[in-house]
């Protein structure tokens, strides 16, 4: 890579969470960047390189953490961390030998064992981290212990059971309106589990936090799940090693931050960047300029349109598509105008409203910028990344072609 304009140059790279999906009927047949009105987008489009990435290996799952990885430049492949650790090391959990970190959701299940809601609702920090605190107080022993994430996840540490790694788990997110008996764990500790789970529903029936909630008219949670074990992390190459690069991360999700620590890349926080629909975009644009001062590379994950996508909101989806791109790839735009900048600019896989749930196909990017030659995209939608005839395969190639000066 040759680095000639390193100390000229600026990059934006802005994931677009599950943003990509499937055409909807409800909106005559195009998919919700489509039907999404990108005017920003669209001009960087006409202006850059448009194609498609595929972030997800075919022997791997379609999770964030595995796209994720890709867009910040790494082999997913090379990576094979669970989620569970990466959410962890965000939290500042420090996993010693024997010990497996598994990713928790709150759920609500309904009394026919129908998976309602993989987030009870969206349920706040605060109301989760009640809950979690009282599954802890039961459940916690020399085996188990529980920390509380963001909103409705948390962190289950266990202790001793390196069969967790060989276990099947089931995402909650991948069980939306289907029976839950249908999906579980099967391997060598998949009976921990279950037991771990039903305890944990019966802590559930007597939570002073759930029956507020239920007073107050809100969804209650009813059951935990866990999955995506993963043992201690094996650090990566650092970010800036890597790419001779100084780089900051912004995101509502543990996940996120998680990837970022490991790669040495530093996360920011700002109040109102959160993870769903009530993301204070004009906040996190405020913040990516702040980074772009800081650093050569600001990354802003956005996590809203993949949350509408697992609830099947396709209004909700296309809102927060819209919202991206007059909050924060305005401002972008604004910035490039007195500051030569590359912008990088796609989902990490498609989570269609239809099935609620992520699927592995190639996702739309727009890449633009200083010393980028336009082709013929028009738009950032799957169609328009499909008729270009660019395919970037492994998508983790993408950072190269962002940073690369003589692209």
């Not at 650093?295 to 993949?306: G, L, Q, R, S």
Request: proline share 6%; hydrophobic share 40%.
């Amino acid at each position: 890579m040759k680095n000639n304009h390193r100390n000229q140059y600026k990059y934006a790279v802005v994931i677009t969470d599950g943003a990509s999906g499937n055409p909807l009927e409800a909106y005559d047949g195009k998919t919700s960047l489509e039907a999404a009105h990108t005017p920003h987008i669209d001009s960087l489009a006409r202006s850059g390189l448009v194609g498609l990435a595929k972030n997800v290996p075919d022997d791997l799952e379609p999770s964030s953490n595995i796209a994720c990885t890709s867009i910040c430049g790494y082999n997913p492949s090379l990576y094979p961390i669970g989620r569970g650790a990466l959410e962890g090391a965000a939290l500042g959990i420090e996993l010693v030998e024997g010990e497996v970190a598994l990713r928790l959701n709150l759920t609500h299940v309904s009394p026919e064992g129908i998976m309602v809601s993989y987030s009870t609702d969206n349920i706040s920090s605060e109301d989760g981290h009640a809950l979690i605190a009282e599954l802890a107080a039961v459940l916690d022993d020399d085996t188990f212990k529980l920390y509380a994430g963001t909103g409705f996840r948390g962190i289950l540490v266990v202790k001793n059971h390196p069969g967790l790694l060989d276990t099947k788990m089931f995402g909650a997110h991948n069980m939306t309106d289907e029976k839950v008996d249908h999906y579980p764990p099967k391997g060598p500790e998949a009976q921990l589990i279950t037991s771990y789970q039903n305890r944990a529903r019966r802590v559930l029936r007597q939570s002073p936090t759930n029956a507020r909630r239920l007073r107050e008219g809100k969804m209650s949670a009813t059951d935990v799940f866990v999955f995506w074990p993963g043992q201690r992390p094996t650090n990566m190459a650092s970010f800036a090693a890597t790419f001779n690069r100084q780089a900051g991360m912004l995101s509502g999700v543990d996940l996120l931050n998680g990837i970022a620590l490991l790669a040495d890349i530093q996360p920011y926080h700002f109040d109102g960047v959160t993870d769903g629909p009530d993301n204070d975009y004009a906040a996190q644009a405020v913040g990516a300029l702040q980074i772009l001062g800081e650093k050569d590379v600001a990354i802003i994950h956005v996590e809203a349109p993949d949350a509408e996508g697992h609830d099947g909101n396709a209004a909700g989806k296309i809102a927060a598509i819209e919202a991206i791109d007059r909050e924060i790839v305005s401002r972008l735009i604004d910035y490039g105008k007195k500051t030569p900048l590359r912008i990088l600019i796609l989902p990490d896989h498609p989570t269609p409203t239809q099935f609620k749930r992520h699927t592995r196909d190639l996702v739309p990017f727009v890449l633009t910028g200083p010393g980028i030659e336009s082709n013929s995209g028009w738009r950032l939608t799957e169609a328009e990344g499909a008729a270009t005839g660019l395919i970037v395969d492994p998508g983790y190639r993408l950072m190269e072609m962002l940073l690369d000066d003589a692209q």
